[in-house]
Every structure is written in C-alpha cells, then in structure tokens.
C-alpha cells in the first residue's frame, strides 16, 4: 500500500438550504460541517455513523454528487490529479469513470427491464470506454467472472436472481469501468447475515486483486471492524475519531465511539445489562446544539463542552479524536 | 410458569398463480407467561407468516392444515384460534389479547390521525373505558415507554416523531390494551444501533412490569443473546433448532444455526475469515426434499439428507434439533 492519499478533503462542508420564512436569514441542514480527510491509496475506509450523521451525503460529494458549500477535495491516483472543486465537465467525465457507488439495496438499483448483461455493460456504453460490441462483451464477462456471477445468466433479468446475486450484478457494474476509487454506500445492509459474510468477502478480496481504494460506509461497526483497515466515525456532520481500524477497536477515544461500540448487541447473553447506554437520539442538523456537538447525549459533557466546539487532533500515531476531555477520560475511565 | 400459548403442527400454504406454496411446515411450540421467545431466521424464513398466523392475519389465499391446532390460555377460557371465523370474534384476540408491533412504525400508525386519537379508538374497542379513561390511560402509557411531554405527543402525528420515539408509541399503543401475548416483529430492525439498545432495555423493563409472553422475531442473534430465554431457529418455514438461548448460541446442534452464527462478524476476533453459508434461500416454489437445508448443508449425506426428512433429535432437556447427525448431548459436524 503506498502511503499517498488518493482522495483527501479540507474543510469540506455541505449545506442544503431549506425553505425559510420570509424574514430572517434562511435555515440550512449542515450535512457535512469540515471534514478534513485523507484516504490513502489501496485503502479500505470506513465511515460509520448513526442517520443522519452525514456519512452518504460525505460519500456523494467525493463522487461531486452533492454541491460543495465550502472547502475542498483533491483526487490523485498517480495518473492523473483533480481538484473537485473547480474541475471542468470533460475532466468530470474522466472522473465518473475512476470513481463509482455501489448502492444499499441491490432491489431498488437495478433497472427490471435491462438484461444483466446491459445492466453492466452500460456504464461502458455512456461513458464511451469501448468501441465495439464484442470489446464490451469481452469487458462485462470478465467482470462478471470476477465478481462470481454464472455467464450463462447474463441473459435473464434481475427478477430471476435472489439479494446476494443481484448486489453481486450492482459490484460488476460499478466495476466494469475499472475506477480506482469505489464508494460503497451501505452496501450490505439490506442483506442476510449468510449472504452478507460472502458480498463482503467478494468486495475484500477484489479491492485487493485490482488495488482499488474503498470508501465503506456502514451503520454497522462489527462489520467495518472486520472489512475495513482505517475507520473515520462521523456525528451530526463531524468526524468525530478517526484511527486504524485495530486501534480504535482496541482504545476509542471518543464518547461516542465508545457508546456505538458498547451499543452493538453481544452474542453473550450473559452479557445482558453491561452495555453503557446513550440516553436521547441524534439533534436534528438544522439546529444543532453550540459546542461540541455530542454534548447533549454525552455523559461526560462538561462546562466547556457546551461552548467551544472541540478540534480533531492527534491522540497518537494516525489516531486523531474531537473531544475536549479525550486525555483525562483515557487516564480515569474503564474501557467501555 | 403457566403456558401461555400452544402451537401444533402450524402448517400453512399459500396458493399463488404459480402454484400453491408451504409457507410454515409442521411447526410446534409453546410459550409461558412472561417468557420471551425469539424466532430467528433469515427473510423467507417463514417468521413472520408464523407469528400472524397467531391471530389469522394472513392474507385469504392462505390454507391451514386441519392438524393445525393454536390455543391461547386465557384466564378462565382457552381459546381455539383455529376455530374463530368471524372478525368478530377474533377481536378479542386482535389487539385484545394479542397485541403486536411492526418492523416500520411510519407504516404502522395512520398518517392522518393523532397518535393519541389511534390509542383512544383501540381502547374503546377492546376495553369498557369511557373516552376521558381512555385518554388518561393512552397518556399514560405514552409516558411509561419514556416519551417526554407525552400529552403534547398525545395530540401529534407520526410523521413528526422520530424513528425511536415512533417505535415507543407503537409499544404504548400495543401494551395499553394490557395483552397477555406481544409479537414483536423486527422491532428494532429500523432503528441505529443506539435507539436499538434503548428499546430493547424498555421491552425488558415491560415483560417485568406487565408479565405478559413476548414472540421477538429478528433476523439478529445479537438481539436475541440480548433479549430471549428460549429461541426457535427457522429455515424455509420449518423449525431447525429450538431450546434455551444459551445453549442454542454457545452449542449450536444444527448445521444452519452453526453457519449463521459463523457469518456474523465477531468483534472479539476480528482476524477470523467471516464464512458465508454457501448458496441462496431456495425458492419456496422449488422446496427440496428431505431435509429443506440439505441443499446448502457442507455436511448433508447423500442418500439421507435429500430424501428423508430428519425428526427432532432431543439434545438436551429442552435444546433440540432436527438433523440428521445431531445426536443427543453432542452437535453435527
């Protein structure tokens, strides 16, 4: 794994403005509130978060599928460098080609009346990435192959194929173009646990074939614990902790990181009872609380919590934690 | 413990326009009061066809068996569900003695009317309480499940509370009746895994409060760990495993049970591989025969498996299997 970045984002914020009043200064959703970020190459980033956190419309602006408000992101595979901020249409159509999502549910994204085989050949096709029919043949059955999809069943329609086999259809497309940067947007959440275990093998294990940099975004930590190698934690639009995957596991840092941890119902069911419960539910981003933004569910909230908004800053090597109280927390406190 | 609630030989079909489907396939099980019992399976499992077969709530192209036989012990009556025909007397079981919430409370409460106005209706249908009652006891409830300012929630639509907040009012109005019997469909499926852990603790909380029998269905173990005293594992509308949770979870005997709890991620070891259990969930229209999971099965016998269909096979006291290699005391591997 090289160490450069190939996308790495500073300040970056996403507003959506709502309808307002007349008078007064209009509301606005703050999604995303500077996010500064880097993901190296080859990588397989984790962006976990509960709703409304912010984690997809964070993914859809690196794919420039939301409007940046502020702050900026920079592409660089060692090919070519973008900065999506001021990138023009023909370098964005470039792009399209070297970035692609894979979606939560393999039901809703895969158009009913498209063979699989066009389903994945048409990425090819918009883009203008082949010449003939047989080079786009040639590229969907290789893909296809890869993603361990049956050849005989390009034919059929998506109908014909159960939740694992179509998410499998949903990777070959969003492969097909040989982008060096994958967004995976819940990808495996709407999927049985049997089923589940094996689209996250096939992800792993084809990240790693074709060195692909992978941005997961999950609501679900055991399995980013499991998938990905470096985990961002994300809360009311701020990144909250940021760590290698084994060492923010091993010592969260943040309050919330510890409470999501904790929260995840244990196979022991002798267990029962120990969880560190998280009492309220997340503050709606159009009015978020001033200070940090954990403050109002925070069990640790102090004085200052509930004025100054705290920094990401470095707790060690590549481990960076926004918390004002994170060094005398991790002196007093037991592990969660 | 007194039994609650009596299920033999459940067997329900579907007739489709492709054909008639088994949809539940000879299942048996029995609950005590205020005992929690989690029916796991993955989707097409037949769970929750299961539990809305408690109060006849499945669709009319739905055939029972006539071995069919589900009694609900009442005080002083056991009621033969099987037998009540009209909607009429299937109120006293609907929403009367059986209550039940869904996976989706957006979906569950109706999007014009107050949730106050919701819970008042249903006490004035199963209970003789006058309307002002009615209110007291909806806000109440509203209260007890933990929502704050609950007579301003009282007069407010479901679109205007949050998932959670959604969930507990689907709870208040489920328990306001005072059922003896909840099912909880996938209650905490929707919600993040922080909301999830409060609802959970508010549902225990209740089963001591109130002492009635709860059917958990999910698709999560964890949840299960968390929650049942008993388990019942399904697979294509068959019981596979059934018994206490503990030993279910820690000395799985069947080879699904074993396989599922081999795909879950486990945080304590994040260097073991997670193992999918090979190949899909058949279709119910292509049901195999013999043992339903012999197709997916790494230990499945030739000969065996894919032609007779196994009995329960007695583990323990209450821990029980139907496989083949199980044998009692020990586990099929």
Known sequence: ?336 | MTSLLNVENLTLQFDTDEGRITAVDDVSFSLKQGEVMGLVGESGSGKSVTAKALMKLNPGNAHYSDSTKITLHLADWAVDIMSLKSSRDMQVVRGGAISMIFQEPMASFAPAISIGDQMVEQLLIHTDMTKKRAREVSIEMLDRVGISDASKRFKQFAFELSGGMRQRAMIAMALSTKPKLLIADEPTTALDVTIQAQVIDLMKDLVDDFGMGIIFITHDLGVIAQTADNVAVMYLGRIVEQGPVREVIRTPAHPYTQGLLAALPDLEDMDSPLVPIPGDIPSPLERPPGCVFHTRCSVAIAGKCNTEIPEFVQIDANHRAACHLATKGGRAS
């Open chain 1, 1 to 336: 794994m090289s160490e450069k970045p190939l996308i790495s984002t500073r300040d970056l914020s996403v507003h959506y403005p709502l309808r307002g009043g007349l008078i007064g200064p209009k509301p606005v959703v703050r999604a995303v509130e500077s996010v500064s970020v880097d993901i190296t190459r080859g990588s397989f980033f984790g962006l976990v978060g509960e709703s409304g956190s912010g984690k997809t419309t964070f993914g859809r602006a690196l794919l420039r599928a939301a409007p940046i408000t502020r702050g900026s992101i920079k592409y660089d595979d060692g090919e070519v460098n973008y900065d999506l901020t001021t990138i023009d249409d023909k370098q964005l159509k470039d792009y399209r080609s070297r970035a692609q999502l894979i979606f939560q549910d393999p039901y809703a994204a895969l158009s009913p009346r498209m063979t699989v085989r066009d389903i994945i050949a048409e990425p090819l096709q918009v883009m203008g990435l082949t010449k003939t029919r047989e080079e786009t043949d040639a590229r969907v059955r290789e893909i296809a192959a890869k993603c361990r999809l049956n050849l005989e069943h390009l034919r059929r329609f998506p109908h014909a194929f159960s939740g694992g086999q179509r998410q499998r259809i949903s990777i070959a497309r969003a492969l097909v173009s040989a982008p060096q940067f994958v967004v995976a947007d819940e990808s495996v959440a709407a999927l049985d646990v049997s089923i589940q275990a094996d689209v996250l093998n096939l992800l792993k294990s084809i990240q790693q074939e074709m060195g692909l940099t992978f941005l997961f975004i999950s609501h679900d930590l055991s399995v980013v614990a499991h998938i990905c190698d470096h985990v961002a934690v994300m809360y009311l639009g701020r990144l909250v902790e940021t760590a290698p995957t084994r060492e923010l596991f091993a010592a969260p840092r943040h309050p919330y990181t510890k409470a999501l941890l904790s929260a995840i119902p244990s196979l022991d069911p002798d267990a029962r009872g120990t969880a560190q419960k998280l009492e309220g539910e997340i503050p709606s981003p159009t009015n978020p609380p001033p200070g940090c933004k954990f403050n109002t569910r925070c069990p640790f909230a102090i004085d200052i919590c509930r004025k100054d908004e705290p920094k990401l800053e470095s707790s060690g090597s590549e481990h960076n934690v926004a918390c004002h109280r994170w060094r005398e927390l991790a002196e007093t406190e037991v592990p969660a």
